[in-house]
């Protein structure tokens, strides 16, 4: 079993909807890491967490420490948000990766 | 330079060579991490560094792989008697935390080595 699993997989959004992408993890970490992959490859750093909430722009990742599992949620959601999304976490000194959901948001 | 810079961005090679991938993070960033990317797969972490310390080695692959970070900046990942599962994107990312604390992460664009 993976030490971090992400649901679902594969999304398809409508323009304009509220999407939510949740991250489980099975093991103690010091931080969490929202990364977003476009088609391109390029990856880029959305959000570090270690505990509660942070917002920006259209994008919210919270985290649940105790549960162990954070969520990504993007408000208003528009075609150039498709990409892949990727939750990791730095735990016991390593990094481990989410195998990534896949986002289509059609216009 | 104003992010992580990897290279060669892309290395063809034929099976049994060796390759060196580059790796140049952001100065200042004490904590480096290799992982690759396999076509269509999340990415598998590789090995990580504390300036020059390499913390653990228990992602590499076998003994073909190794890394290092002789000055605390620019790491080398290489890899021995390159085989055809080797291709993948090779990618790194730096943080200007020690690794395994709360350190934003910053990534390179990556190295894509094919081997033949």
């Known amino acids: 079993k993976n030490e971090v699993e992400q649901s679902p997989q594969n999304l398809t959004a409508q323009e304009g909807e509220f999407i939510t992408i949740n991250c489980s993890y099975s093991v103690g970490i010091s931080a969490l890491h929202w990364l977003q992959q476009h088609p391109g490859g390029g990856i880029v750093s959305l959000f570090m967490?270690?505990?509660g909430k942070k917002k920006h722009g259209r994008l919210i990742a919270t985290i649940n420490i105790q549960e162990k599992h954070s969520s990504l949620h993007i408000t208003a959601s528009h075609p150039r948000d498709s990409a892949v999304y990727i939750c990791a976490v730095t735990a016991n000194n390593d990094m481990r990766f989410g195998a990534g959901t896949r986002l289509t948001v059609k216009p | 330079g104003a992010g992580v810079s990897q290279s060669p961005r892309y290395k063809v090679t034929k099976r049994g060579q060796d390759v060196a991938l580059r790796c140049d993070p952001i100065?200042?960033?004490?904590?480096l991490y290799w992982y690759r990317q396999a076509l269509g797969q999340g990415p598998e972490f590789l090995t990580y560094f504390n300036y020059e310390a390499q913390q653990d080695k228990s992602g590499l692959p076998n003994d073909r792989f190794s890394a290092e970070r002789p000055e605390g900046s620019i790491s080398t990942l290489t890899i021995q008697r390159t085989e055809q599962r080797d291709s993948a994107m090779y990618r790194c990312?730096?943080?200007?935390?020690?690794?395994?604390?709360?350190?934003?992460?910053?990534f390179g664009e990556g190295s894509r080595l094919t081997v033949l």
């Open positions: 100065s200042g960033h004490v904590s």
């Open positions: 990312a730096s943080s200007p935390r020690l690794a395994g604390t709360t350190g934003e992460l910053f």
């Open positions: 967490l270690s505990s």
